[in-house]
């Protein structure tokens, strides 16, 4: 079992609202991902850190931040919240290892 | 695009079956993971092959991979209900970091 945390699991928010996704691992892995995914289909990486104070822009475009200030803590910020942002939130991890780790998810409607 | 595609979309079977998906892939990899996802849940690692292996068995799973056609397949041997899922595979292109991860292909075990 991965020891990796996400809070909130749902969140349900009005339009223009400031949210924090919170992502945490007790593992000590370097590495971190952010991923986007609609209910059925595939994932879509928006963010990813090698180490602290290290981010990167993913594939899918997104108007989300992230910010790594602690090994075992990866945040994403949304400043402004759009219904175009309801979907599901995945963060992983891994170590030099090959097999990422995945949290359980936030599911976030914007309505 | 997505590196990896994966078909059948969707498949339903009947418990004690084997079920077989397969995932096509664009570039050059130094491994392929295959991962399932419950329903509103994050993905959980199930079986690794690196691009010089051509076979791996992990319990009910076995996993091929063809880096010629680019191409890997999962099978699921003597199916359970508790196998349903949808099962997505992830390549690892050399000098990233990222994953990419195909479509996915739903299962349904019907008991």
């Known amino acids: 079992e991965a020891d990796i945390y996400q809070t909130p699991r749902y969140l349900v928010i009005g339009t223009g609202k400031k949210i924090t996704l919170e992502c945490s691992q007790t593992?000590?892995?370097?590495?971190m991902y952010w991923y986007q995914q609609d209910p059925g289909m595939e994932l879509h990486l928006i963010h990813y850190?090698?180490?602290?104070?290290?981010?990167e822009k993913g594939d899918l475009s997104s108007e989300s931040t992230v910010s790594r200030i602690r090994t075992e803590h990866f945040p994403l910020t949304l400043e402004s919240a759009r219904p175009s942002h309801t979907s599901q939130y995945l963060c992983?991890?891994?170590?030099?290892?090959?097999?990422?780790?995945f949290g359980p998810g936030t599911r976030l409607l914007v309505l | 695009s997505q590196q990896g595609e994966e078909d059948p979309q969707a498949l339903s079977i009947q418990e004690g079956e084997n079920a077989t998906m397969n995932c096509s892939y664009k570039?050059?990899?130094?491994?392929l993971q295959w991962y399932r996802q419950n329903s509103g849940r994050g993905l959980v690692h199930l079986i690794l092959i690196r691009s010089n292996e051509r076979e791996k068995h992990s319990g009910r799973l076995r996993v091929t991979l063809d880096t010629s056609k680019k191409s890997s397949s999962l099978l699921i041997t003597a199916s359970r209900a508790a196998d349903t899922a949808s099962y997505f595979c992830?390549?690892?292109?050399?000098?990233?970091?990222?994953?990419?991860f195909g479509t996915g292909t739903r299962l349904k075990v019907l008991a």
């Open positions: 850190s090698y180490g602290v104070n290290s981010t």
């Open positions: 570039t050059s990899i130094n491994n």
């Open positions: 593992m000590g892995h370097d590495k």
């Open positions: 992983a991890s891994k170590s030099s290892a090959e097999t990422q780790y």
């Open positions: 992830a390549t690892d292109p050399p000098g990233t970091y990222k994953y990419i």
